[in-house]
């Protein structure tokens, strides 16, 4: 089962724009990762968040996250052609009754970066 | 140094034969995770290893699939009489404590089921 969704499912942008990517997830996370994977690859992690923090930041990356509202967002400023790539969430959801489960990846997004 | 490796990259194989995939984790490692991911799909949560045990297997769709990993370092994901449905690429990440760390994964091996 996937428990993030991302939306849009793809996205298409000129390079210099920013991309904003966003994930719902549906239970109570410990915390939320995101991965990027190009085509034929393995996933790269990019980010972790907790599920105490409001925002962070890796260079051009920035993630937020509102747990009252079961959601995060990925920006990429500035992207590049080489940004191209599927990006996906993960969480890492807390059930009270076994403990933290492994990381649940949703369907990604498709960023498409025309130079 | 050294990221997670996956043998074969590519498998191709007929219905109904035994397939073996390796994954050799990041030296250090003691969690160890295997994933499965269709096309257009995110990766599907397969089974996790603490360091020689299965701490959780939920994922694996029936009982003809079976991973080992019996000194705590290289592990085998095992298919037997494979099923044109199980085309997909198979993942295997590792982590130097578990979920609350980021996943380090390989590039897959890529089963053709015919």
């Known amino acids: 089962s996937q428990q993030g969704e991302e939306d849009p499912q793809a996205l298409s942008i000129q390079e210099g724009e920013n991309a904003t990517m966003n994930c719902s997830y549906k239970t109570s996370i410990n915390n939320l990762q995101w991965y990027r994977q190009n085509s034929g690859r393995g996933l790269v992690h990019l980010i972790l968040?907790?599920?105490?923090?409001r925002e962070k930041h890796s260079g051009r990356l920035r993630v937020t996250l509102d747990t009252s509202k079961k959601s995060s967002s990925l920006l990429i400023t500035a992207s590049r052609a080489a940004d191209t790539a599927s990006y996906f969430c993960?969480?890492?959801?807390?059930?009270?009754?076994?403990?933290?489960?492994?990381?649940?990846f949703g369907k990604g997004t498709r960023l498409s970066v025309i130079a | 140094g050294a990221g997670v490796s996956q043998t074969p990259s590519n498998k191709v194989t007929e219905k109904g034969k035994y397939v073996e995939l390796r994954c050799d984790p990041i030296?250090?490692?003691?969690?160890l995770y295997w994933y499965r991911q269709s096309l257009g799909q995110g990766p599907e949560f397969l089974i996790y290893?603490?360091?020689?045990?299965?701490?959780?297997d939920s994922g694996l769709p029936n009982d003809r699939f079976f991973a080992v990993r019996p000194e705590g370092s290289v592990s085998t994901l095992k298919i037997q009489r494979t099923e044109r449905g199980d085309s997909a690429v198979y993942l295997c990440a590792s982590s130097p404590t578990g979920h609350v760390s980021p996943l380090h994964f390989g590039n897959g091996t890529r089963l053709t089921v015919t």
């Open positions: 030296s250090g490692h003691t969690a």
């Open positions: 290893f603490q360091g020689t045990g299965a701490a959780d």
């Open positions: 968040i907790r599920s105490n923090e």
């Open positions: 993960a969480t890492v959801s807390f059930l009270s009754n076994s403990g933290n489960t492994p990381l649940v």
